[in-house]
């Protein structure tokens, strides 16, 4: 942006995760460099710094050229939160977008957070995703008497229920499903169940049963300790950046955790059951 428009404007924040793009070319069959791009979703916040501002077919050629590899598929587009009231050129997309008089910039600017929303939850579960997985295979390796695999597979299955479980409802009926199968689980495998002694991070290891009945019914004890505090570090993985200064960023990750605390939950445990799995089947060997 800052090339595009001469330095006459300057990057305010950005809101984006890595992605690769390159790879293998099916229609050449082959392999071709990878290289990092932002991902899809991201959000850049521009702000005009030329004293003059900017001309208004500027920034039509903003909006009939967006930016990137991947404009053809919408992406790229360029947006204007709040323009000049002369601007009414014909064939112009921008539009005056109510913006508050005075803003303060620690507590945060509605518009922005509202252009965000949409974008948010692609890009925590990006970065949350391999920080997960990791917490997962870690716990399940540090854990101690594993009951059979069957068993596990059996506690697993709940979770795969329809529909995506990045949804939070999706995510509420699995849990209802996962503590469902705890409840009727009985003799043996209940025993074995109150033997597995699961790892969690900072704390002591509890009984599976009593961890999973927990989660079920809480899924935020998984995410927040008592006390509040991150549970498994997953604020700075969240947090958008996109204002600076003040603590707004952790508040706002903070709040989001706590929203998305089910999804969370279930992709931790789907993890972990694959792994415990993995690990049982290894001792078993």
């Known amino acids: 942006m800052a090339e595009r428009f001469a330095g006459r404007v300057r990057v305010r924040s950005v809101w984006t995760a890595p992605h690769l793009t390159g790879g293998y070319n099916a229609k050449w069959r082959g392999h071709v460099p990878e290289e990092w791009a932002a991902a899809a979703g991201s959000v850049v916040r521009c702000e005009v710094a030329a004293p003059d501002g900017l001309a208004p077919e500027h ?8 930016l990137g590899e991947h404009w053809v598929d919408g992406y790229g587009a360029f947006v204007v939160l709040n323009p000049p009231e002369e601007w009414t050129l014909p064939g112009s997309h921008t539009k005056r977008v109510p913006v508050p008089d005075t803003v303060d910039e620690h507590i945060g600017d509605d518009v922005v957070i509202r252009m965000l929303a ?5 890009l925590c579960w990006r970065r949350l995703d391999p920080v997960l997985r990791d917490a997962a295979a870690r716990s399940a390796r540090e854990s101690r008497n594993m009951p059979a695999p069957s068993l596990l597979g059996r506690l697993r299955d709940p979770l795969h229920v329809a ?5 939070i409802d999706v995510a509420e009926r699995a849990l209802t499903g996962l503590s469902t199968v705890v409840g009727s689980v009985a003799d043996k495998a209940a025993r074995d169940l109150d033997a597995a002694m699961i790892a969690r991070p900072g704390r002591q290891r509890v009984p599976m049963r009593r961890w999973l009945t927990e989660l079920a019914g809480r899924p935020e004890t998984l995410v927040f300790d008592r006390d509040g505090s991150d549970a498994l570090g997953l604020t700075p993985h969240v947090a958008p950046r996109v204002f600076e ?25 789907d993890e972990w059951f694959r792994q415990a799995t993995l690990t049982a089947k290894e001792n078993m060997a």
């Open 245 to 269: 200064g003040s603590d707004v960023d952790s508040r706002v990750a903070e709040a989001w955790l706590r929203e998305h605390a089910a999804p969370i939950a279930v992709r931790y445990l």
């Open 163 to 167: 529909g995506d479980a990045r949804q």
């Open 59 to 66: 920034i039509l050629a903003a909006e009939h050229r967006p």
């Open 118 to 122: 949409e974008a948010t939850d692609v």
